[in-house]
Nanobody, 122 residues
Framework: VQLQASGGGLGQAGGSLRLSCVAS????????MAWFRQAPGKEREFVAR????????SYADVVKGRFTISRDNTGNTVYLQMNSLVPEDTAVYYC????????????????WGQGTLVTVSS
């Protein structure tokens, strides 16, 4: 699976951005999908995940209620809608896929996109 993330850019505090992750090489429907992020000088951390069918989602506490993960299996795309942005959301955001694990651990994801930078100004 090849993953291509996009949609990053400069956002303002309180504003919104929408990230997309398009998969190629294999159908997305057979994979759990997730978003992770890595802020400057920090380790990569879990943001959100979504089950293969899209009926189950899970979020990190710091984004719960502000971010929404969704997927379009027909279009082989996963989205991350980010609302009420805060400067602490500034990071490179990565989409990830795995066939087996519904997990929040980096180690459990076999496929990664290249990352898209989100910068939130105050």
């Amino acid at each position: 699976v090849q993953l291509q993330a996009s949609g990053g850019g400069l956002g303002q505090a309180g504003g919104s951005l929408r990230l997309s992750c398009v998969a190629s090489g294999r159908t997305l429907s057979g994979h759990v999908m997730a978003w992770f992020r890595q802020a400057p000088g920090k380790e990569r951390e879990f943001v959100a995940r979504i089950s293969r069918s899209g009926t189950s989602t899970s979020y990190a506490d710091v984004v719960k209620g502000r971010f929404t993960i969704s997927r379009d299996n027909t279009g082989n795309t996963v989205y991350l809608q980010m609302n009420s942005l805060v400067p602490e959301d500034t990071a490179v955001y990565y989409c990830a896929a795995d066939y087996y694990s519904y997990s929040s651990s980096i180690e459990d994801y076999a496929y990664w996109g290249q990352g898209t930078l989100v910068t939130v100004s105050s």
